[in-house]
């Protein structure tokens, strides 16, 4: 079984700032505060991932957005930002990009919000939001597998229209070995993604990287998905 990579280093979830466990007992609620980031982020006993791998993921995702568009990144959306530690690493990769990090962690919003272009959302608020979107690409790292799944296809449905580029949605599944939060971790198979992302018009380009379908068109015939296997 493969080894998951939490590329940030830090899981969240849109759902909201507080959100039921599924572990065992699963009656606590799971509280997304400074203690949360705090043991994820810095605590040498639990953190997971470093700054070389935020650095990578960030240069990775930028990448694969910049061969889909055929230019450089203008504007990033990340949704389920944490304390938006994407934003530091962007602005020394692309100093003049903008960069809009949505959280619904209070804590986080109110410690990083003004210093990192935070604000306070999930992705079922994202259209009422006043974001000036489309982005270039959206960031929805270490998200997904939170979320039951009603609440996983709406957000996709919530998110594509923010897609201009490149989505970039770091996902696990059921057939992954993971590191880090397992609490309220749903274990599905790949095909229930794959079938949440088609119905939110989202194809896949590997690498955890999904285009609009509309943006097909502007591949290569073996830049496109399945060209592996054609």
Known sequence: MPRARWWRGIPTTPAARFVPS??????????????Y???WYRDP???IG???DLARAVALAVAMTEGVLGRSVRSVLDVGAGEGRWQPVLRRLRPGSRYVGVEPSAWAVARWGRQRGLIRGDLDSLADLGLDGPFDLVVCADVLHYLPTPALRRGLLA??????GLAWCPTFTAGDAI?????????RRAATYRAAFREAGLVPLGM?????RGRL????????????QG
Request: no cysteine.
């Open 22 to 35: 599924l572990g065992p007992g699963g009656s606590h609620l799971k509280r997304y505060d400074q203690d």
């Open 37 to 39: 980031f705090d043991r």
């Open 45 to 47: 006993a639990h953190r």
């Open 50 to 52: 470093s700054r070389g």
């Open 159 to 164: 998110l594509a229209p923010f897609v201009e």
């Open 179 to 187: 590191d880090g939060d397992h609490e309220g971790f749903q274990r």
């Open 208 to 212: 955890h990287g999904w285009i609009p």
């Open 217 to 228: 068109g502007d591949l290569a015939e073996l830049e496109r998905p399945g060209a592996a």
